[in-house]
């Protein structure tokens, strides 16, 4: 069982890393444009954290093993479907599903773990090992996806899940059991989770489109207005109409709960932005294949999970906010730093230090995070926060790699226009786009160390069940 649940969460967190070093290698084949590309990461990160929180509810309503089943179905199949893609909108289409299929697979996966291992002992061993699993996606996804991008093809970045898809499924039919949540059994909030999903691809729909058309052009605005209708539409759902709320708005009269996610959503724009930006600047300006620019990346996952385990150790002794704040901070300037690197500069003196910096500081960020997010919620509402810190990671992660994908087609279109024609303009064209990105994503971190002033000093203790959740969010 454990094999099993490792093996698919190892997949779900393998295809967030594994794209990015393929983007190049998409965009040239399907014809992406600059803004466009952002798509094949904000679609699947969109799908994914809009509908978290469903995924893990229908799980416990209609059978662990069930929604494990259809969900891993699911993502094998868009998997399929996005390596044979043959046009932006079929890669697109893919990504969606393959995002609908791992917030069904990813609650799923966690919650069979718990319910099987009961003893304390052993659950925390387990989850250390799922955590270790789903952490090592993250480092794997990297270095695979230039393996296979350099050596077959970018379509084998998604071609790779299917064998292992359906290997799992069958393994998985025999082996695990059915299990449901005890006492009644609640309503799914469908229309809850179906309204802010919708309204957060509107609204990133309309930020993308901003580098043709104007904030203040009507197109704009209206699409605008859609966006805005369908998350007021969501926010009356959950605080009127749902009778169990996908989100209990309860939640965030809770400052730290309330802070943890403002603190999440701006570390997602920016370590989005860091992979996605760094991947095409190392590929398109210093002219790095898929391997090497793999490899380059597992300085900065190594970082990460340095970070993590640190502030799990200084967290309780110099508190949770302090070691978020410091590394909110660290993350700012290890982003700041990027924002200064040229055409001409090497890896390691435009990518390494920079990179390796900001990581960091979100590795120690990420622990504390966590914390306080399930810090004072009650025993059965920790899992319900620690799902509700995902979503805003991915949320932050898609709308802001929306904005900073604009900001930076339009900075280098308009460079372009300037320059003498030939490739050793447009590599510095590029470079200006994507460190204007890195500027403004290391001003979003400062903000972050900004917002984790309104979590108090000294949180609620959290409860011994609640104890778990963080490591939920660090694998995830």
């Known amino acids: 069982m454990l094999a099993i649940v490792c093996l698919a969460q190892f997949m779900v967190v393998l295809d967030v890393s594994i794209v990015n070093v393929a983007l190049p290698a998409i965009q040239h084949d399907l014809r992406f444009s600059a803004t466009g590309l952002q798509w094949v990461v904000t679609t699947y990160a969109l799908t994914f954290g809009g509908l978290l929180l469903l995924g893990g509810r229908l799980a416990d309503l209609f059978g662990r093993r069930r929604i494990f089943l259809v969900g891993l179905a699911l993502f094998t199949g868009a998997s399929l479907l996005g390596g044979f893609a043959g046009n932006q909108a079929t890669l697109i289409a893919a990504r969606s599903l393959q995002g609908v299929g791992a917030a069904v697979l990813s609650p799923a996966t966690l919650t069979i773990l718990t319910v099987t291992f009961t ?9 250390g090992i799922w955590s270790a699993v789903a952490a090592g996606g993250g480092a794997a996804g990297a270095l695979f996806g230039g393996i296979l991008t350099q050596e077959l093809s970018w379509r084998w970045i998604l071609f790779v899940n299917v064998p292992i898809g359906v290997a799992l499924f069958v393994v998985a039919r025999l082996a695990l059991t059915e299990s449901r949540a005890e006492g009644p059994r609640r309503r799914v909030d469908v229309a809850g989770a179906l309204t802010v999903t919708a309204g957060l691809l509107v609204l990133v729909y309309a930020i993308v489109r901003t580098d043709t058309v104007s904030w203040t052009a009507p197109s704009t605005l209206a699409v605008l207005a859609v966006a805005a209708a369908l998350l007021g539409a969501f926010v009356w759902i959950e ?125 120690l960020a990420f622990t504390p995070t966590a914390l306080l997010a399930t810090s004072g919620v009650r025993h059965e509402e920790a899992g319900l926060a620690s799902g509700l810190l995902n979503s805003s990671r991915q949320i932050g992660a898609s709308v802001g790699l929306a904005a900073l994908s604009t900001v930076a087609a339009t900075r280098i279109a308009a460079d372009l226009r300037h320059l003498p024609a030939g490739e050793a303009a447009r590599k510095v064209a590029m470079t200006a786009g994507y460190t204007q990105a890195f500027l403004i994503a290391s001003v979003v971190a400062l903000v972050a160390a900004l917002l984790a002033l309104v979590i108090p000093a000294r949180p609620p203790a959290l409860e011994d069940a609640a104890g778990h959740a963080p490591v939920a969010v660090l694998a995830d």
């Open 119 to 127: 003893d304390q002992r052993s659950r925390a061993r387990a989850l």
């Open 239 to 363: 605080a009127r109409v749902a009778s169990h709320p996908l989100v209990p708005l309860r939640l965030f009269r809770s400052r730290a709960v309330t802070g943890a996610n403002l603190v999440m959503f701006s570390f997602g724009v920016g370590m989005f932005a860091m992979w996605f930006f760094l991947s095409l600047y190392l590929q398109q300006v210093l002219g790095y294949d898929p391997v090497l620019t793999g490899l380059s990346f597992l300085p900065q996952t190594a970082a990460i999970a340095v970070g993590a385990t640190v502030s799990g150790r200084l967290a309780p002794r110099l508190g949770p906010r302090n070691v978020l704040v410091a590394g909110a901070v660290i993350a700012a300037g290890g982003l700041f730093w990027l924002s200064f690197a040229s055409a001409s500069d090497t890896y390691w003196t435009g990518a390494c230090g920079g990179g390796i910096l900001a990581t960091l500081g979100m590795g």
